[in-house]
């Protein structure tokens, strides 16, 4: 069974840096679109960034130029490196990944999420 464990959360102030790190585990050949995605509270879960088949990535207006993403296969990990913290960033952030593990079609899975709280 594939599991995805998201680390690194917690609490930091205004200018702050956290890297998340999820996890991929399982008997795994393949780890192919992934990214993270944030919700807060009253709103819909929204994409933060992600890396689509292509290796092309993509992130939101509020990531760009102070997030990165990545995905290392050899480790099986999905990374989000995150800097210059604001407030506005705080919330729930989820890890998924479709995953091709051995004796199975791929498939999407999600992490069970990691608060990431940044003060003013």
């Known amino acids: 069974q594939v599991q995805l464990k998201e680390s690194g959360g917690g609490s930091v102030e205004l200018g702050g840096s956290l890297r998340l790190s999820c996890a991929v585990n399982?008997?795994?050949?393949?780890?192919?679109?992934s990214g993270w995605f944030r919700q807060v509270p009253g709103r819909q879960r929204a994409l933060v960034a992600s890396?689509?088949?292509?290796?092309?990535?993509n992130y939101a207006d509020s990531a760009k130029g102070r997030f990165t993403v990545s995905r290392d296969n050899a480790k099986n990990v999905v990374e989000l490196q995150m800097d210059n913290l604001k407030p506005e960033d705080t919330g729930v952030y989820f890890c998924?990944?479709?995953?091709?593990?051995?004796?199975?079609?791929?498939?999407?899975?999600w992490g069970q999420g990691i608060q990431v709280t940044v003060s003013p």
């Open positions: 998924y990944a479709s995953v091709k593990a051995s004796g199975f079609r791929p498939y999407e899975y």
């Open positions: 399982g008997n795994i050949e393949n780890i192919g679109p």
């Open positions: 890396i689509l088949h292509d290796s092309r990535i």
